[in-house]
């Protein structure tokens, strides 16, 4: 078939229609996108909000995704160790327990981006206040602004520049059980709050429902493809919650969100992301009328792919599932066309999948492995051609 525009690439693939290839969707964090930019002298490698992605198109990308949530604003920003910076949401955010590098140590890890190796990892930033953990909290809490221009205003640039051509994708993460536990209340007080206080559990899951409706529906309306929303509730052998207390917490108030988000635009399409193992709940999905399921992290249930594809991949469109836990960062070259070609036997025959990292790529991937990768998905992902003949 004739080749397609990236914009209606994504699109048929997400509806299950024929396509020339399969799309692609590349995310990483800023220290693994400054390493591949210099290869094409790339300068502007902004990542999170307002970023550039000039580099992800240059590597094939189908879809611009642009990060509006919660986690837009920290996981990417500068944040000098023993510093506390807060969000529109009061959340506090600093460093994670590693002490960081000294400026000994910085200048070596600068060494490692002349070089087509690894990088050393990086100290992440990490929530370290949050605002709601008590029911006086929530009382006096006030809610951010959906309709606030800093988050809007850039969409509206993003989608006259770029539209006609690629497809948009608005990003909303962390939503629900993940803004609750990792941001606002705090990862331990929210699990025990769930037994111990759950009137406070519900009355956060409530003000961050309306929230982030209200802040899709104003997002829909500016004309943007899909809105991803994001709520990691899978760990690496089993999900975090029972699939009941996800059905009890989650499943009612993501259907009034997705009802309330296709009132504003009903051929909107929807992603719902987890990381680590959440099939046991890719059926809900399914029911709320999720259009696109991902990242498909290959963890716990989420390994055997073919059986998920036999079982789940007529419903819904598949993104993600090629390991950058291991295999990225430590696989040899071979391993990972392997792993590439793998992927696409797996999950992309008969269409209705985007292929992409299971994660973002990050500091710690060889040079190597990405073009070994971006070569194999070439190679592999070209309908009529094997594996996909």
């Known amino acids: 078939m004739k080749e397609l525009l990236p914009r209606e690439r994504f699109a048929r693939a997400v509806r299950h229609e024929k396509v020339d ?23 502007k490698t902004g990542t999170g909000m307002k970023h550039n992605p000039e580099l992800e198109l240059r590597l094939g990308n189908d879809a611009i995704i642009y990060q509006i949530g919660i986690n837009a604003q920290f996981s990417h920003r500068p944040i000098k160790i023993g510093e506390t910076w807060y969000n529109h949401f009061g959340v506090g955010y600093g460093k994670s327990g590693l002490k960081g590098r000294t400026p000994e140590e910085h200048e070596e890890f600068t060494k490692t981006q002349d070089f087509w190796g690894p990088a050393k990892v990086v100290p992440e930033n990490f929530p370290n206040f949050h605002p709601i953990t008590s029911m006086e909290d929530l009382k006096n809490y006030t809610w951010p602004d959906p309709a606030d221009p800093e988050l809007l205003d850039p969409i509206r640039t993003l989608l006259e520049e770029y539209q006609d051509e690629y497809f948009i994708i608005v990003d909303l993460s962390s939503t629900l059980i993940e803004a609750a536990y990792a941001h606002v209340v705090g990862t ?56 009941l207390q996800w059905r009890q917490l989650a499943k009612p108030r993501f259907q009034y969100m997705f009802d309330e988000f296709r009132k504003s635009n009903n051929d909107i399409f929807i992603k719902l992301h987890s990381c680590g193992d959440y099939s046991p709940i890719i059926g809900d999905m399914i029911e709320l009328g999720v259009d696109l399921s991902g990242l498909m992290q290959p963890t716990g249930g989420n390994k055997n792919q073919v059986e998920l594809k036999k079982m789940f991949g007529k419903d819904i469109a598949f993104i993600g599932g090629f390991d950058v836990q291991r295999l990225l960062p430590r696989g040899q070259v071979e391993q990972v066309r392997q792993g590439v070609c793998d992927v696409m036997k797996n999950l992309a025959v008969d269409g209705g999948y985007i292929f992409s990292p299971s994660h ?30």
């Open 21 to 43: 290839r399969v799309p692609l969707l590349y995310r990483m964090k800023s220290e693994a996108k400054e390493k591949i930019a210099r290869i094409y002298g790339i300068t």
């Open 188 to 243: 331990q007080n929210f699990f025990l709050y769930m037994f111990d206080q759950p009137e406070l559990i519900d009355g956060v899951l409530d003000g961050l429902t309306e929230y982030y409706t209200q802040l899709g529906k104003n997002v829909i309306d500016l004309g943007i493809d899909m809105i991803r929303v994001g709520d990691d509730v899978g760990a690496q052998q089993s999900m975090m919650i029972s699939p």
């Open 360 to 389: 973002y790529i990050l500091a710690d991937v060889p040079i190597q492995n990405i073009f070994a990768m971006l070569e194999a998905q070439r190679d592999f992902g070209t309908y009529g051609k094997y594996p996909l003949n």
